[in-house]
């Protein structure tokens, strides 16, 4: 079977890091008939950001699936900031799903990409061979609150939301374009944790 990982979002953030006031503020905006377009935009900018570097900004629930255990070696959660694992299932050998218990296992949150490997003397149990045999579910992010984000990040997702809200349409027609220096990009780069 495969050692794919696939990840689905389970739980929104609670909030956006950054809110409708900042963003009219950063786009010197005085009126309230578009809150609901900034509100979007936010939305797709902190989307985008987020898959950019792999990270989740707000608390998240996610479930990673995957054919079955590494066997001998770790598993890499491709989802940094990594907050807690709640809980890892599997299918047996026999067809019945079991929790694996927290006591097999380790988490090191601390490494980047975030990993998960059988605790001291304890061994990956075996799955039944099938697709998605193995469910692991994690939270991730730097916290519940807007205040947990970092500045550059909050100012990142503010420059995109306001690029897609003056250029509404995909092809920019009749104009010369360059893109700035110390754009999206470059406030991102210091929280991308594969080139730390």
């Not at 990956?124 to 970092?150: E, H, K, L, Q």
Request: proline residues 6%; glycine residues 4%.
């Amino acid at each position: 079977m495969s050692e794919e990982y696939r990840y689905r979002r389970t739980v929104e953030p609670s909030v956006e890091p950054v809110t409708i006031d900042e963003f009219k503020a950063h786009a010197r905006i005085d009126y309230d008939d578009q809150d609901t377009v900034i509100a979007g935009l936010i939305t797709a900018a902190r989307t985008w950001c987020e898959e950019y570097l792999q990270r989740s900004f707000i608390t998240t629930t996610w479930t990673l699936t995957t054919d079955d255990f590494p066997q001998n070696d770790y598993i890499h959660v491709q989802r940094a900031n990594l907050i807690a694992v709640t809980s890892i299932q599997y299918v047996d050998t026999n067809g019945s799903t079991q929790a694996w218990s927290s006591s097999h296992y380790r988490v090191d949150a601390y490494n980047e990409p975030p990993r998960i490997q059988p605790a001291y003397g304890a061994w990956y149990p075996f799955a039944r061979d099938i697709s998605n045999a193995v469910t692991i579910t994690f939270t991730a992010g730097y916290g519940a609150t807007a205040a947990s984000v970092p500045q550059t990040i909050k100012q990142a997702i503010l420059m995109l939301a306001s690029h897609w809200f003056e250029n509404r349409e995909p092809v920019n027609i009749g104009n010369i374009v360059s893109p700035l220096p110390m754009t999206v990009e470059a406030l991102l780069m210091p929280e991308r944790w594969n080139l730390r």
